[in-house]
Nanobody, 127 residues
Framework: QVQLVESGGGLVQTGDSRRLSCAFS????????????MGWFRQVPGKEREFVAA????????FYGDSVKGRFTISRDHLMNLVYLQMSNLKREDTGVYYC????????????????WGQGTQVTVSS
């Protein structure tokens, strides 16, 4: 089993930057972090979960949702088993619960493609 724990959310102002982190562990299954592509999604009440960013197992490929391209950057640290979402020039519409997700090897942009999910971290952007 894979466990994902997000951190770094909070209340920020429009135009601010913020970095989210997701800690990966797989104590039971033993499958290494490098076996998984990682993704970030976000959700607001009453709306479907939205794709934000994804990164392939080796970090060689990254993908972004249209609304965050040029402002957000996804990266991963294989020594620390962490995936990051660096968010810049935040807008009010970036408000939501941000979820980290994992799937085998190949990055994807659909919620249904991911097998493991964290509990989420709230990001609130105020003007």
């Amino acid at each position: 089993q894979v466990q994902l724990v997000e951190s770094g959310g909070g209340l920020v102002q429009t135009g601010d930057s913020r970095r989210l982190s997701c800690a990966f562990s797989s104590a039971v299954s033993g499958r290494p972090f490098s076996n998984f592509a990682m993704g970030w999604f976000r959700q607001v009440p009453g709306k479907e979960r939205e794709f934000v960013a994804a990164i392939s197992w080796n970090g060689g490929s990254t993908f972004y949702g249209d609304s965050v391209k040029g402002r957000f950057t996804i990266s991963r640290d294989h020594l620390m088993n962490l995936v990051y979402l660096q968010m810049s020039n935040l807008k009010r519409e970036d408000t939501g619960v941000y979820y980290c997700a994992a799937k085998a090897f190949v990055a994807a942009t659909s919620v249904g493609d991911y097998d493991y999910w964290g509990q989420g971290t709230q990001v609130t952007v105020s003007s």
